[in-house]
């Protein structure tokens, strides 16, 4: 079965500590991974995806398929970073449907 | 370039009833995907149109139906509502012909039924 797994409904990190969003998949081929995020008032936008293997505001991913994990890291978290986030995949090579987890609350405290 | 829209921001229905949401695609973009987000969950793949035709559904009944036009714009529509029906609808559009295959949100409709 094809799934994402978000383990954390909610994180809260302080402010200045280092961020670790986890998620895991199950998926059979090659898929392609990605983090969207949903800041407050405004629409879900796709934050990073595996095969860009870059960093956006300071976030990094890794595509670890012998565990199936894609874990969202940042050393240092700002309070800008307080968002939903979403694990999700897709078909590798393949503009077709992508398959959410259920999205973590990253709270940044003060 | 303009963003994807989508129209109405907000709808209350009764069961039984029928409903159509409409989107339009970020300028240049030829495919459009729409998605059931349930409070407290993520997005659920509902179909996807590309040049006017369907390409893909996910788990969801027939009642559940679309269209693409030849402008890319497109619609939901749902017959025969039932209260599980109550949830946030987001249509994405993407350009697969530019090469680029990443999904542009729109900002969704939430639906609330009754």
């Known amino acids: 079965a094809q799934r994402v797994t978000q383990p954390e409904k909610l994180l809260s990190v302080f402010k200045g500590a280092p961020v670790e969003l986890k998620c895991n998949y199950s998926y059979s081929g090659s898929p392609e991974l990605f983090w969207y995020v949903q800041y407050s008032r405004q629409r879900l936008q796709l934050l990073l995806r595996?095969?860009s293997r870059e960093s956006i505001k300071g976030f990094t991913a890794d595509l670890n398929k012998g565990e199936t994990s894609f874990h969202l890291k940042k050393p240092f978290a700002q309070e800008e970073d307080s968002a939903m986030y979403y694990c999700?995949?897709?078909?590798?090579?393949?503009?077709?449907?992508?398959?959410f987890g259920k999205g973590t609350r990253l709270h940044i405290l003060p | 370039e303009t963003g994807v829209t989508q129209s109405p921001t907000h709808l209350i229905k009764t069961r039984g009833q029928q409903v159509t949401l409409r989107c339009s695609s970020q300028s240049g973009h030829n495919t459009v995907s729409w998605y059931q987000q349930a409070l407290g969950q993520g997005p659920q793949f509902i179909f996807q149109y590309y040049r006017e035709e369907e390409n893909g559904r996910g788990n969801f009944p027939p009642r559940f139906s679309g269209l693409q036009f030849p402008n890319y714009s497109s619609e939901l529509n749902v017959n025969a509502l039932e209260l599980d029906d109550s949830a946030l609808y987001l249509c994405?559009?993407?350009?697969?012909?530019?090469?680029?295959?990443?999904?542009?949100f729109g900002p969704g409709t939430r639906l609330t039924v009754l």
């Open positions: 994405a559009s993407s350009g697969r012909d530019k090469g680029t295959d990443t999904q542009y």
């Open positions: 999700a995949l897709s078909a590798a090579n393949r503009d077709d449907k992508i398959i």
């Open positions: 595996h095969i």
